[in-house]
T-cell receptor, first 114, second 116 residues
C-alpha cells in the first residue's frame, strides 16, 4: 500500500524568508501524481501545486515550487518570500495514475513570524 | 463556478441521533469523494462515486455510515445512530476525469460534526 510521510509536524519561518516542507512517499508504481494542499484556519483544503511523476521538470506556481526526486521518492515544497497568509497546515498527497484515491500525509503546521 | 458546496457547516447532535451531511459537487465533475478528518487519523477517504455509482466504500468505518448520490449534483453522507467518536470534520470533494489531466480534487469547506 502506498504511504505518505511528512516528518515535520511543525515549521516556522520569518516573513519574507524561504521555507521548505518535506514529504516522502512509498510506492512501487511508476505512474502517479503528487500534490500539496494548504488548509488555513478556515479549514478549506486548497490545492497549491501538482507534479506528474513522468515529468522531470519541477512544478512551480508563483512563490511555490517543488523539488521532486523520483529515485529518492521525495517531494518537498518550497515557499519563497513567505507571507502571513501562507500560515496553514500543508498536506502532501499521492495518487496512483490509474486510481482516484488520494493518500495524504499527516500534515505540517506552518507558522509565519512577522 | 461556486465550487463544492457542503451543508451544514457545523452540526452538533446528541449521541444516538441521525445525522445527514450534504454535498453539491462542481457542475460537470464526474467523481465525488467523502473524507473524514480527525486529529488522530488525519484525512481518510470514506467512499467515492463515479457517475453517481459508488466505486469504493472500503473506508466507511461501519454500517452506521451510509452514502448516496441520487443524481450528479447531490450526495449525502448519513450516520445513524451517531456516536461521540464520529466527531470530526467531513469533507466532500469532486474531480473531473479528463485524458492527460491529473484529475485534481476540489474540496468543499467541510462540515464540523460534534456528537455529544
Amino acid at each position: 500500500a502506498q504511504t505518505v510521510t511528512q516528518s515535520q509536524p511543525e515549521m516556522s519561518v520569518q516573513e519574507a524568508e524561504t521555507v521548505t516542507l518535506s514529504c516522502t512517499y512509498d510506492t512501487s508504481e511508476s505512474d502517479y501524481y503528487l500534490f500539496w494542499y494548504k488548509q488555513p484556519p478556515s479549514r478549506q483544503m486548497i490545492l497549491v501545486i501538482r507534479q506528474e511523476a513522468y515529468k522531470q521538470q519541477n512544478a512551480t506556481e508563483n512563490r511555490f515550487s517543488v523539488n521532486f526526486q523520483k529515485a529518492a521518492k521525495s517531494f518537498s515544497l518550497k515557499i519563497s518570500d513567505s507571507q502571513l497568509g501562507d500560515a496553514a497546515m500543508y498536506f502532501c498527497a499521492y495518487r496512483h495514475g490509474g486510481a482516484q484515491k488520494l493518500v495524504f500525509g499527516q500534515g505540517t503546521r506552518l507558522t509565519i513570524n512577522p | 463556478d461556486a465550487g463544492v458546496i457542503q451543508s451544514p457547516r457545523h452540526e452538533v447532535t446528541e449521541m444516538g441521533q441521525e445525522v445527514t451531511l450534504r454535498c453539491k459537487p462542481i457542475s460537470g465533475h464526474d467523481y465525488l469523494f467523502w473524507y473524514r478528518q480527525t486529529m488522530m487519523r488525519g484525512l481518510e477517504l470514506l467512499i467515492y462515486f463515479n457517475n453517481n455509482v459508488p466505486i469504493d466504500d472500503s473506508g466507511m468505518p461501519e454500517d452506521r455510515f451510509s452514502a448516496k448520490m441520487p443524481n450528479a449534483s447531490f450526495s449525502t453522507l448519513k450516520i445513524q445512530p451517531s456516536e461521540p467518536r464520529d466527531s470530526a470534520v467531513y469533507f466532500c470533494a469532486s474531480s473531473l476525469r479528463l485524458a492527460g489531466s491529473s484529475y485534481e480534487q476540489y474540496f468543499g469547506p467541510g462540515t464540523r460534526l460534534t456528537v455529544t
